[in-house]
């Protein structure tokens, strides 16, 4: 009597393998025109080498490219959280000013008693206070002589 052979079915397929994804990739990106930019692209290498070139080439491109270098590098100083807190208090202060704004239309100028008043007010005194020390540190740096970034960012001294 013969042996009863364990066999279990194998299951079906239910995702492509790798070649057909390949191959519906390619289809799509035929079918979408990327293959036939993609060859453009590569056949036309020099042209476009020339015009990205002579585009890099000014003076106004090479200073926006700086600027955004010296732009991320100071962004790269300053920590998330930090950053984070910033972006928030630019969000709430926008905020603010816009409903300040509308309400301040509806009301009449505080005066002289008003203004004096305010003067007065701690509350007030302490909310402005860290906008004046930022004003201040903002205008000792800009009373500065400007230096070459690199000479900042590097800590190498520049030779002009």
Not at 52 to 70: D, H, K, M, T
Not at 133 to 147: W, Y
Request: glycine letters at 6%; a neutral charge.
């Amino acid at each position: 009597m013969a042996e009863r052979m364990n066999y279990e079915v194998p299951p079906t397929r239910t995702e492509p393998n790798a070649g057909e994804a390949l191959n519906t990739l390619l289809e799509n990106l035929h079918k979408h025109g990327f293959i036939r930019l993609a060859n453009d692209l590569v056949c036309a290498n020099t042209d476009i080498a020339k015009v990205l070139v002579s585009g890099l080439n000014r003076p106004g491109s090479q200073s926006a490219i700086q600027n955004i270098s010296l732009l991320l590098m100071a962004l790269s100083r300053v920590p998330p959280e930090r950053f984070n807190q910033l972006l928030m208090a630019l969000t709430d202060g926008v905020n603010a000013l816009s409903q300040a704004t509308q309400d301040e239309q509806k009301q009449k100028a505080p005066g002289i008693t008003g203004i004096i008043r305010l003067l007065r007010d701690d509350e007030f005194w302490q909310g402005i206070s860290p906008l004046l020390s930022g004003l201040r540190a903002f205008s000792t740096s800009m009373e500065k002589s400007p230096d070459k970034p690199i000479s900042r960012y590097s800590g190498k001294e520049s030779h002009a």
